[in-house]
Nanobody, 127 residues
Framework: QVQLVESGGGLVQAGGSLRLSCAASGRTSRSYNMGWFRQAPGKEREFVAA????????YYADSVKGRFTISRDNAKNTVYLQVNSLKPEDTAVYYC????????????????????WGQGTKVTVSS
């Protein structure tokens, strides 16, 4: 089992930035493909960004491309999501997820493709 804990959310004005972190613990003797998703009130969980196990492949939703950057530090068992130029429509609870079967590809965009989830960190963007 892998436990994931997100942090870094908060209230920010439109145009602002945050850095979200996802720390993994438990079975961390190996690295996992990781993803970030978000869920706004009354909406389904949607894909935001993903990174492969080695960190050399990333994939983004069109809505965040150019504004968000996913990265990882395997020595610290931590994945990051740098979120810039925030918009009110980015308001959501942000979740990180780990995929048990690793791949050189990062293009895993469905929640069903991930096996472990954190509890989420809330991001609120005011206009």
């Amino acid at each position: 089992q892998v436990q994931l804990v997100e942090s870094g959310g908060g209230l920010v004005q439109a145009g602002g930035s945050l850095r979200l972190s996802c720390a993994a613990s438990g079975r961390t003797s190996r690295s996992y493909n990781m993803g970030w998703f978000r869920q706004a009130p009354g909406k389904e969980r949607e894909f935001v960004a993903a990174i492969n196990w080695s960190g050399d492949s990333t994939y983004y939703a069109d809505s965040v491309k150019g504004r968000f950057t996913i990265s990882r530090d395997n020595a610290k068992n931590t994945v990051y999501l740098q979120v810039n130029s925030l918009k009110p429509e980015d308001t959501a609870v942000y979740y990180c997820a780990a995929r048990f079967f690793i791949s050189s590809s990062s293009a895993y965009t469905s929640p069903d493709e991930y096996d472990f989830w954190g509890q989420g960190t809330k991001v609120t963007v005011s206009s």
